[in-house]
């Protein structure tokens, strides 16, 4: 169960900075991004196509695939809502990309102002054409385990969404903790159906750590059902403007060092991505959640 190469999928920043107040300059984006290629992560989601009314933070996702010096391996993927989304990521050659829908509808009309069944109809095309065009396409689904306006989500309904983004034709899964509220005993209840239906390899787990329980939730998904993908932001950065009180995705550093601790392989360089992070926090004006940069400088952070 606990064999194989854990695969991460550095979502920092378009999850981590789609949530900063302070924009950061397009240079120091490119700058995260290249940094964060050379961890050793095998996808960097790197910016996203949404509206720019939406997420002024993303507007400049053009830019930065532009600027970036790809790295060979490495995948730099970009979130998309719709057909213009895929078509601006199509233009700027992302290696892949990633659509997103939710478990609940009140959370959905906020985030992408269509309830969950006529989003699924909106990225039906989006799916199609994305894998016509010959790229690998990832099914976000948001609130799996609490919504921020309807509380608990059933693991029926969550497990109900993947299935249909499965049936679109994604490749594979990432099934989110947005608001950071879910526990082992929630991941469980989920994963317990799922793995009925889903190949292991297909699905991502993405912990937002609200409450300090990503790494606990990480550890039972991969521990007890044999998941070995996870999402994660250098330095902790993250959550999404339309989630109310959700904080950062699970620092990727913390959740690498957990998984080292407890004999899993991540191919990670964590001083490497704890520098990536590091020479963000002076332009967001906080400090980072992370653990690991809260480590001293000239300790060993391995
Ligand atoms: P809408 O208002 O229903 O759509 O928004 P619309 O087609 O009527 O368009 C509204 C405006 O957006 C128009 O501009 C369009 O041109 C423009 P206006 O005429 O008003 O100036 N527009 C676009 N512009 C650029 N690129 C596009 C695009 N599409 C429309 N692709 C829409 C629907 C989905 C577009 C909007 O609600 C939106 O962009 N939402 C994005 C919200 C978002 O990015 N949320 C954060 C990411 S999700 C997340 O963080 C969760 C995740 O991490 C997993 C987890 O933690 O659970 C993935
Ligand atoms: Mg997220």
Redesign the pocket.
Known sequence: MLKGKLRFVE?GPR?GLQNEARLVPLAAKARFVEALAETGVGEVEAGAFVSPNAVPQMADSEKVFGLIMRKRGVLFSALVPNERGLERALAVKADKVSVFTAASDTFNRRNINASVKDSLTRLAPVVARARAAGLPVRGYVSTAFHCPFEGPISPETAAGVCRDLLALGVDELSV?D?IGRASPRDVRALLSILMKEVPAEKVFM?F?DTYGMAVANALTAWGEFGISGFDSSAGGL?G?PYAPGATG?VATEDLAFAFEAEGGMTGLDLAKVRAAALALEPLLGHRLSSKLCRIPSGRDVA
Request: contains cysteine; aromatic residues 0%; glycine residues 22%.
């Open positions: 979502v999850d989110g947005t993405h937002h993250g999404c995705n």
